[in-house]
């Protein structure tokens, strides 16, 4: 049973450019969340997506950022225009339900580290 | 206020010594999970334990107990035996509602042989 799949594992852009980070749930999840790390600090939650909806997105940036999970495919997050800032570790978790409980609750993906050069 | 309150950067252990790992959270809700995860250098996100606000009894996997104290709302991590590969960066999490993580900001544990 595959775990979370993200990819790439790594990325570089220049400022400007657009990162698109993509994030295959488990099998059989149907909740996605992002997380991102900055350097030296912990993950922030981001945004969670079920299958073509967006559930809660407060802690996605207001400009430049946007998130999808469609009927078919795996979930992207979209990094508009980069600037340096946006270096980080981005994570993917998925859970089979909202209301998962004990360790079924949130499987982490390996990570895509972008870097803005 | 943090939810999530991990107060030593960094720790020391002996190889084959217990070492605890302090975490406090803050919430009003009844119904709430805590979790630790470990991040070695690779970056992976390493799910360890996991204790709900209902379960009466403490956690354990291995050689990971989870200390819940819910009056004084903390959640320590206690790591048994240590050993070499323990080495590395572990996060205290809380899931509120409907299944947002909030993640302390998480302690470097160094094993030294």
């Known amino acids: 049973n595959a775990g979370v799949m993200q990819n790439p594992r790594h990325l570089v852009r220049r400022r400007g450019q657009e990162a698109r980070l993509r994030c295959s749930p488990m099998?059989?999840?149907?909740?996605v969340y992002w997380y991102r790390q900055l350097p030296e600090e912990g993950l922030k939650f981001m945004v969670y997506?079920?299958?073509?909806?967006?559930?809660?997105e407060s802690g996605m940036p207001k400009e430049r950022f946007s998130a999808e999970f469609p009927k078919e495919g795996p979930s992207i997050l979209r990094i508009q225009q980069v600037v340096r800032g946006d270096s980080a570790a981005y994570f993917c978790?998925?859970?089979?339900?909202?209301?998962?409980?004990?360790?079924?609750?949130?499987?982490f993906g390996p990570g895509t580290r972008l870097t803005v050069l | 206020a943090q939810k999530i309150t991990q107060t030593q950067p960094g720790m020391f252990v002996q190889e084959k010594e217990a070492v605890t790992l302090d975490c406090t959270y803050d919430t009003s809700d009844q119904s709430y999970g805590l979790f630790w995860y470990k991040q070695p250098s690779s970056g992976e996100m390493i799910f360890l334990i996991y204790q709900g606000s209902y379960d009466e009894q403490n956690a354990t996997e291995g050689r990971y107990s989870l200390n819940f104290q819910k009056a004084r709302k903390s959640a320590n991590l206690v790591i048994s035996a240590s050993q070499l590969g323990d080495s590395a960066m572990y996060f205290c999490a809380m899931r509120e509602g409907w299944g947002k993580l909030t993640f302390g900001q998480g302690t470097i544990l160094t094993v030294h042989p």
């Open positions: 978790a998925s859970s089979p339900d909202s209301r998962a409980r004990g360790t079924g609750g949130q499987f």
């Open positions: 099998k059989g999840h149907s909740h």
């Open positions: 997506l079920q299958k073509e909806n967006i559930i809660d």
